[in-house]
C-alpha cells in the first residue's frame, strides 16, 4: 500500500503519454514558473515545457551515469572552444520520440506548439562548422551508445547577433541566458582550481628527485554546469560540460586587509571575465592574452575532473590513457599537453618519461584550417606571464623533441627550425599546433583533400617524421536535427517509401534510388520542396517584410562572410545577371532568388563591406520593375543553427564556391545536400567526397583546382589582366564602381573593388568566367523539372557517407577505441532500494 503512491509518482513524472506531459506542464508553470495563465509569457509556456521534458531525460541521465560508473568504461573526452549546440528543445523531443505527442498536448491545452520552440534563445557558443560539428559528434556518440563527455566554455555571451542596419552588420550581445537556462544543471561540488601567472620554485626532494612547484599569482575557480545529451531512440544520456569562471570563495583577502574593498571586488570581477564571451574568429588573435587564459582555464578544470573520476572509479593513474581519449578539437586545447604533464609530474610525482607515455596515448588532435594565419601562435613572453610552468614544460618537451628529430633529419637545420615548438623568426612565439602534433598519438584532417595538403604543406615536417600517426577523417553531420528536425515532410516521405531504418543508418538512403523512376514519388518529392520554399517565403515576408516568389529557383549561399568562401564571386554574377536581364541579352530562362546569409567577423572590415554590397545589390535590384519578376537577392540576417534548419531544406542550389584548397572541409555542403539540393561548387573541401558520391552528372562542378591555384600564383597572377580580357567582367565592376548601388558614392565599395582587381588573394576574377558558364548550365538543368527532380533524389540517396554517425565510427575505430555501453533504465525504486541498503 505505502509503495504505491510513489510508484504512481515515478511514473507520472517520467510517462511518455500525452496526458502524462499535461499534467506535468501546468505543474511545471504553476510549481517552477510560480505563473497562472492570466499572468504567464511565452517564456513561461516554454520554460515550462523544458521543464517537462527534462524531467523526462534526467531518469536516462541517471541511469547512463550509473551504467558508466559500474563498468569504469573508456570515454571519449572530447575537448572543444565551441559548441554550437542550436534550440535543445526541438532535438530532444525528437530523441525522446515524443514530438508530435507533445506537439498535440499543447494545442490541446490552447497554445501554439511553434511559437514556445520560438522562445528558446539558442546557445550561440561557437562560430560556425568547428563548434557544430563539435555539437553533431556528441550527437552521434549519444545514438550510438559510447560514453562520451563534451569539455568546453560556458561563455555567457555567446556569438554576437547580427542585425542589418541600412545595408551593414550591426553587432548586439547574445544574451542567451537571460531567462535562465532549463537545459543545464549546475555541479559546484565539482568545483575546480586553476592557476595563473606568478613563479615557479625547483627544489630536490627528499629522494634527491627534482621537483617543482608553482606559485601562481592568481587562482580562478571553474564550476562546471551538465546538459545531458540525448541519443536518438535508445536510452544514453551523455553529458556536456561546460565550465564558468568564478573569484575563489575568500577573494583576494591582502587587499581586503587593507581596506581595499573596492579592489578586490575588482580582483572578482576580472577573474570573471574569463568566462564572459566567446571570440570571434577569422580575428588576429595574436596577443589576446584573455584568450589564452580562456584556453587553458577550460583544459585545466576538464583534466582535473577527467582525474577526479579516475579517483571515483578506483582507477590508478597509470591507467589515465586507458580510462579516456581525449580529442582536441583544432589547436584551441591544445595546452592540454603540457598541462596533463605537469599534473602527472609535478601534482602526482611521476617520472617524465612515464607520463610522457601516458600523456602521448591519451591525445588525438584534428586540424580544421590550411589558412597559415590561423594557426595558433602565442607570444613567448606573453604565455611565460600567463603560464610561466607551462613554458618550462613546454621547452623541456621542445628539446627532448628537437633531440630526436635532429637523429633522423642530420643536419637539416632548417628543418629543425620548422619543427621546433618556437617560432624563433623575429619575435619569439609559442606554435601551438606544433606542440599537438608532438604531444598527440594521432592527427588528422576532416576530408580527404585537407588531409592530403596537410602532409604535403601545413603539416609535412611532422609527416615526414611520423607518417603514422596521420589519417584524414571527413566530416559529418547529425541527420537527427539536419533532417528529421529541419525537414520533417521530407522525413515523412522519405521513410513512406523506404522505412525509417535510414535515421539510425544513413547509407539506407541508398533505398530511394530505387523509386527514382517513380512518377507518384517524384511528384511528392517536387511537393515537398515547393511546400518548404513556401513556408521560408513566409517566414522572410514576415521577418522582413519581403516577398519572394516559391516558383522560382531558390539559389542559397550561406555561412560565414570571409574572402576565400567568396561570397563576393557570387554576387558579381548576380550583377551581371541584373546587366544581362536589363538590355535582353540572352536573359536567364529561369527565374532564381538568391539567398545570402551569415555573419562577419566584427574587425574583419572586408567581410562586413562584402555584407554591406549584397545588401545594397538587393535593394537596387528588388526595386527594379524590369527585373523584380525573375531577379531577387535577399540577405537573411542571423544566420545562427535556427536559420539554418530553415534555410536548407528549402534550397534548390547550393553554392560551395571557396577558392580551391582553402576550405578545410564544410559542412553546410552536406546540410543542402541531405535536404535535396544541387551543388554549384568548386574542388574543395568535402565538396571533392560530395561530387564523387552522387556522381559527377549530379553535381555542378566549376573553377581551377588547387593544384592550379597553386600554379597561378607561382607563375604570376594578374587580376587586372582578366578583367581587361572579359568585357562582361568589367561591366560589372564598372558598375559597382560607379556608385550604382550605392547612391552615387563612387567610394564606398573601392577598397573591395581595389582588392580584387590589384591582388584578388582568392582568384575571384580567375574563377568568374568558369563560375558565370557554370550558372547557365544550372540554369539550363533546372528548366527541366523532371531531370532537376531525379538529381535532387539522387543527392539525397548517395549522401549517407555524410553522417556523423559514420564519421564518429571511424574516430572510434582508428582513434578512440572506445566501445558501446548501452544502458538500462533505472528507476527511482531501484535508487530508494540502495539507499535502504
Ligand atoms: C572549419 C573549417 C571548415 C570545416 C570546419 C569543421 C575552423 C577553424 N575550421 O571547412 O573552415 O568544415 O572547421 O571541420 O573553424
Known amino acids: 500500500m505505502s509503495a504505491q503512491p510513489e510508484l504512481e509518482l ?145 561563455y555567457e555571451f555567446g556569438i554576437f547577433q547580427q542585425e542589418i542596419a541600412e ?87 591582502s587587499t581586503f586587509n587593507r581596506g581595499d574593498y573596492y579592489g578586490a571586488v575588482q580582483q572578482k570581477i576580472t577573474s570573471e571575465n574569463l568566462s564572459k564571451i566567446l571570440y570571434p574568429n577569422d580575428e588576429q588573435i595574436q596577443g589576446k592574452e584573455l584568450r589564452l587564459e580562456q584556453q587553458y582555464f577550460f583544459v585545466a578544470c576538464s583534466l582535473q575532473d577527467m582525474l577526479r573520476i579516475l579517483k571515483v572509479q578506483g582507477i590508478p593513474l597509470e591507467n589515465f590513457h586507458r580510462k579516456f581519449a581525449v580529442q582536441l578539437n583544432d589547436t584551441h586545447p591544445a595546452i592540454a599537453v603540457a598541462e596533463l604533464m605537469r599534473l602527472l609530474v609535478d601534482e602526482h610525482g611521476l617520472r617524465w618519461s612515464d607520463a610522457w607515455s601516458i600523456t602521448r596515448q591519451t591525445f588525438a588532435y584534428t586540424n580544421h584550417t590550411l589558412l597559415p594565419e590561423a594557426l595558433e601562435q602565442w607570444p613567448l613572453a606573453l604565455f611565460g606571464r600567463v603560464l610561466p610552468r607551462h613554458l618550462e614544460i613546454v621547452l623541456e618537451i621542445n628539446a627532448r623533441f628537437l633531440d630526436e628529430a635532429r637523429l633522423k633529419f642530420l643536419g637539416d637545420e632548417a628543418r629543425i627550425a620548422r619543427l621546433s615548438l618556437i617560432n624563433e623568426h623575429g619575435e619569439r612565439y609559442v606554435r601551438m599546433a606544433n606542440l599537438a602534433c608532438v604531444g598527440c598519438h594521432a592527427i588528422n584532417g576532416v576530408a580527404e583533400l585537407h588531409s592530403e595538403l596537410l602532409k604535403q604543406d601545413v603539416l609535412r615536417d ?74 521560408f517565403a513566409r517566414y522572410v515576408q514576415q521577418e522582413l517584410g519581403m516577398t519572394l516568389d516559391p516558383h522560382s529557383m531558390f539559389d542559397v549561399l550561406v555561412k560565414r562572410i570571409h574572402e576565400y568562401k567568396r561570397q563576393h564571386l557570387s554576387i558579381l554574377h548576380v550583377v551581371a545577371l541584373y546587366l544581362r536581364l536589363k538590355d535582353g541579352r540572352d536573359a536567364d530562362p529561369v527565374p532564381r532568388t538568391f539567398i545570402y546569409g551569415g555573419k562577419a567577423a566584427p574587425g574583419y572590415r572586408m567581410a562586413k563591406l562584402m555584407i554591406k554590397l549584397i545588401n545594397a545589390v538587393s535593394s537596387m535590384i528588388n526595386r527594379d520593375p524590369a527585373t523584380r519578376e525573375r531577379l531577387r537577392v535577399v540577405f537573411v540576417p542571423n544566420f545562427s543553427v535556427r536559420t539554418g534548419q530553415r534555410i536548407y531544406p528549402c534550397a534548390d542550389l547550393s553554392e560551395q564556391v571557396s577558392t580551391a584548397g582553402k576550405e578545410a572541409s564544410g559542412t553546410g555542403n552536406m546540410k543542402f545536400t541531405l535536404n535535396g539540393a544541387l551543388t554549384i561548387g568548386t574542388l574543395d573541401g568535402a565538396n571533392i567526397e560530395i561530387r564523387a558520391e552522387v556522381g559527377a552528372e549530379n553535381f555542378f562542378l566549376f573553377g581551377l583546382s588547387a593544384a592550379e591555384v597553386a600554379a597561378l600564383k607561382a607563375q604570376g597572377y594578374s587580376p587586372a589582366e582578366v578583367c581587361r580580357t572579359q568585357p562582361q567582367l568589367q561591366e560589372v565592376i564598372d558598375l559597382i564602381a560607379s ?44 528548366a527541366d523539372r523532371d531531370r532537376w527532380t531525379r538529381m535532387s533524389i539522387l543527392n539525397v540517396a548517395r549522401s549517407g557517407k555524410f553522417s556523423a554517425d559514420r564519421a564518429v565510427r571511424e574516430y572510434l575505430d582508428d582513434i578512440w577505441g572506445a566501445a558501446p555501453v548501452p544502458v538500462r533504465l533505472i528507476s527511482q525504486d531501484d535508487i530508494a532500494g540502495k539507499l535502504l541498503q
Request: with cysteine; glycine share 8%; charged share 25%.
Open 10 to 154: 515515478q511514473a507520472e513524472r517520467t510517462s511518455l503519454s500525452k496526458e502524462a506531459l499535461k499534467r506535468s506542464f501546468l505543474d511545471n508553470l504553476f510549481y517552477i514558473q510560480g505563473k497562472f495563465p492570466a499572468l504567464a509569457t511565452r517564456v513561461d509556456y516554454y520554460m515550462a515545457l523544458a521543464y517537462t521534458v527534462r524531467d523526462r531525460m534526467l531518469q536516462r541521465w541517471i541511469s547512463t551515469a550509473a551504467a558508466y560508473t559500474a563498468k569504469g568504461s573508456r570515454t571519449v573526452a572530447y575537448l572543444s572552444a565551441e559548441f554550437l549546440m542550436g534550440p535543445h528543445l526541438g532535438n530532444n523531443l525528437l530523441s525522446l520520440g515524443i514530438h508530435d505527442e507533445v506537439r498535440q498536448a499543447i494545442g490541446e491545452l490552447g497554445l501554439n506548439f511553434d511559437e514556445l520552440l520560438a522562445q528558446e534563445d539558442e546557445p550561440g557558443l561557437g562560430n560556425g562548422g568547428l563548434g557544430r560539428l563539435a555539437a553533431c559528434y556528441l550527437d552521434s556518440l549519444a545514438t550510438l551508445e559510447i560514453p562520451a563527455l563534451g569539455y568546453g566554455i560556458r
Open 167 to 253: 545595408g551593414w552588420q550591426v553587432e548586439r550581445t547574445d544574451k542567451w541566458l537571460r531567462y535562465g537556462n532549463p537545459w543545464e544543471i549546475a555541479r559546484p561540488e565539482w568545483v575546480q582550481q586553476v592557476k595563473f601567472g606568478g613563479r615557479t620554485e625547483h627544489s630536490l626532494d627528499e629522494h634527491g628527485r627534482r621537483s617543482v612547484r608553482w606559485l601562481p599569482g592568481r587562482i580562478v575557480n571553474g564550476v562546471p554546469y551538465d546538459t545531458p545529451i540525448l541519443g536518438y531512440g535508445n536510452n544514453t544520456a551523455n553529458t556536456l560540460r561546460l565550465w564558468r569562471a568564478e573569484a575563489p570563495e575568500a577573494f583576494d583577502v
Open 462 to 535: 611532422f609527416h615526414a617524421l611520423w607518417p603514422e600517426k596521420f589519417s584524414n577523417k571527413t566530416n559529418g553531420i547529425t541527420p537527427r536535427r539536419w533532417l528529421m528536425l529541419a525537414n520533417p515532410r521530407l522525413s515523412r516521405l522519405i521513410t513512406s517509401w523506404i522505412g525509417p531504418g535510414w535515421t539510425r543508418d544513413l547509407a539506407q538512403l541508398r533505398g530511394l534510388e530505387r523509386v527514382v523512376d517513380d512518377p507518384d514519388f517524384c511528384s511528392s518529392w517536387r511537393d515537398v520542396k515547393h511546400s518548404n520554399k513556401v513556408a
Open 739 to 782: 556608385g550604382f548601388f550605392a547612391r552615387g558614392d563612387s567610394e564606398l565599395f573601392r577598397p573591395l573593388l581595389d582588392s580584387l582587381l590589384t591582388h584578388d588573394p582568392y582568384l575571384v576574377l580567375a574563377d568568374f568566367a568558369a563560375y558565370a558558364d557554370c550558372q547557365r548550365v544550372v540554369a539550363g538543368a533546372y
